[in-house]
């Protein structure tokens, strides 16, 4: 799970988080970036063709392979060919191409997810999934600082002390990233496929769609009944602060001068760090504490670290208020991310796995990553800091919502 979490957790940064630094440096404008940052939306309706992931065999992958390992290495075929496609395009030449390789890139890392979440809760007993989760996250936020900090290093060493943009640097650097796939191919080569779970073959494809859409969905709302409009709006925006505000984050970082080198040395890796650290403590509290609680305590810290970037809008280039932001965003963003994996994992009933985890993670992108799409332009009409301000306000929702659903009971899943 660290080395498939590593391979989860490449693509996200690669399609968002770095492509708007890089999009930046080639002076695209920030309303423009904020509108590509929708490629992202592929991961918020993935649960579309979850249950094909969930389902339906690769002959002659399934064959060979398994369902789980042939859907895995299948999508990261597909994020290794959008890799090299958006290594080789040039953005100030036209965005085009760029943006159908990053949708690749996104549609297959997205499928990798669905499918990976699957291997994940049917490779282990619900007293082991907290452990599993645990070194997902620890390869995944790994992998981020690879894909963050890693891709502006080699674009740095690349571009040999030339100032401005150089196009040949990050072509680079996005084939050593499509390289480093290597490390998800090769484990999911090596792994061992979960034990095959049983379905009843289906008798015509109406029976199928039953058994494969709709009835993943009709479970979850009988388990929870009229508290499942209250689960799936907490889903709906718990991330919304971090995920309105991360589209805009590498662009400011851009604007107030700092460096490919700064930038990867403070955010892409010590912020990860700090996640990390975040994610443990996290872990930890909710063991202690109940998950309920630490999703209050996420939901909180996460709005309120964004208002420390409203006040670096004010500071300019200043390396010092840059490492204390960046500290403090990450720790709350690994402590809020720790308990709602763990929450999501506690809502998932493992006969249908990869549908009803796809359909949670989906929904708690789409809305904000929706929202994300105006930040540019919101940024150009009003600052950043105002666009800073704005996003920690809309966290105050996302308490009302944690507090509703800690008073709620909790229906535990079969199986």
Known sequence: MLSLGFAAGLPLLLVLGTLSFRLRGAG?????IGYLSWVGLAYGFKWVWAPLVDRLPLPPLTTWLGRRRGWLLLSQALVVAGLVGMALADPRSGLQPLVWCALLVAFGSATQDIALDAFRIESASTERQAALAAAYQTGYRLAMIWAGAGVLWVVAWAKQD????QNAAWTTAYLVMAASMAVGVLTVLLSREPAPRAFTPARSVGEWLQGALVEPFADFIRRYRWQAALILALIAIYRISDVVMGIMAN????DMGFTEGEVATVSKVYGVVMTLVGAFIGGVMAMRLGVMRVLMLGAVL????????AWMAGRGHDIMALTLVVSADNLAGGIASAAFIAYLSSLTNINYSATQYALFSSLMLLLPKFIAGFSGAYVDAFGY????????LLGLPV????????????????G
Request: proline share 7%.
């Open 385 to 392: 800091a105002d666009f800073f301000t704005s996003t920690a």
């Open 302 to 309: 996460s709005a309120a670290s964004n208002l420390l970037f």
């Open 399 to 414: 308490l009302l919502l944690v507090w509703l659903a800690s008073r709620t009971q909790a229906v535990k899943p079969p």
């Open 28 to 32: 695209i404008d920030r309303t423009t």
């Open 251 to 254: 662009p400011f970082y851009v």
């Open 162 to 165: 030339v100032d401005g943009y």
